[in-house]
């Protein structure tokens, strides 16, 4: 819905003063890529403004949204984005969505968590105050590995709500803050959107965060790290190699010396988990997760190949991307 917005102060003849006028916001474009109608996608469309649209982005026409009617609710709207060729397909369709959409104020948004009835009218709310916004993502495990990883990925939590890195899952901003031409051509020819979104556009962290479910099985969450990995090291690798010695220097320290070590990370990550918000039995999981670290980071980089959405990817660098298999196929 619709917020607000307060426009420069003009003088009020019957008292002299001065007051300012309530102007209706920019009309937003909401880019959701998904292949399946799911519970977000509803949620985002019933926050729509009048002027508000939601794109719903696709790979094919046989994928299994395009025929949902649910698709065809006032506001939304269905955009097939096709194969993706030397990039994800995330962003070939975020790429896609982006030249189709027809407002200057963007959102993005992912259909694997949950949106609260405010929470486009909270984005939106958010430019206006200061700017290019996004929100963090809180991973829940949904199998053993997983859980486990939880402690390691409140990292990037606190980094997106520091406003140090984007999640693609939630932010918004304007045509004019970024290069446009040049996202579009780094998007399809790259892996990571959210990344490669947070080298064009400056964020600043909303101060929310939102649960995202990972995993359910362990192979999907290996293929999941082995991604969040090398898009760490293709996105930062000086901060990601300061991180990486830094971890293992920690993980051996607190293997040799196990009681003090098993008190410093529980105490240190329940101080980020408190921080954050985070409310997770996971933070007991703080000492194997630290000590199994640096096993995990080289695993992690050791992998040649990825799936992620059904698709095999071999990630050689930032601008060199081989899709293997196309989702769907052996």
Known sequence: ????????????????????????????????????????CREV???????????????SPDDPVADSAAARLDGARL????????????????????EAATNDRIVWTDDDFHHPPDWLEQLTADYERQGPTTEAPVFVGR???????????????ALAAAGHMAWGGAVVFDRADVDEGALLHDL?????????????????GAGRTRP??????????????????QASLRHGRAAWGLLAVVS?????????????????????????????????????????????????IAYGLARRTFVWGGRRYRW????DVEVITSRGRP
Not at 188 to 204: A, C
């Open 79 to 98: 955009v097939v984005a096709g194969e993706p060729v030397g990039c994800s397909g995330k962003c070939n369709a975020i790429a896609t969505g982006m």
């Open 188 to 204: 399809r020819r790259t892996v990571n959107d959210d990344g490669t979104l947070g080298e064009h556009v400056d964020f600043t």
């Open 248 to 296: 293992t220097l920690i993980g051996v320290a607190a293997l040799l010396n196990p009681l003090v070590g098993f008190v410093a990370t529980t105490l240190g990550y329940a101080a980020m988990y408190a921080a954050l918000g985070i409310r997770r039995w996971t933070v007991l999981l703080a000492y194997p997760a630290t000590v199994l670290g640096p096993v995990l």
């Open 45 to 59: 469309c019933e926050q729509l403004g009048p002027r508000d649209e939601l794109l719903i982005v696709c790979d």
């Open 212 to 229: 995202v479910e990972i995993g359910g099985t362990i192979r999907e969450t290996l293929e999941r790290h082995t991604r969040f990995m």
């Open 1 to 40: 819905m619709p917020v607000t917005e307060r426009s420069p102060a003009v003088t009020d003849p019957s008292t002299g003063r001065e007051a300012s006028v309530p102007t209706e916001s920019p009309p937003v474009s909401v880019l959701l890529p998904t292949v399946t109608w799911t519970d977000a």
């Open 316 to 319: 050689r660098s930032m601008f």
């Open 143 to 157: 199998d053993p590995l997983a859980y486990l990883l939880e402690p390691s990925y409140a990292t990037s939590t």
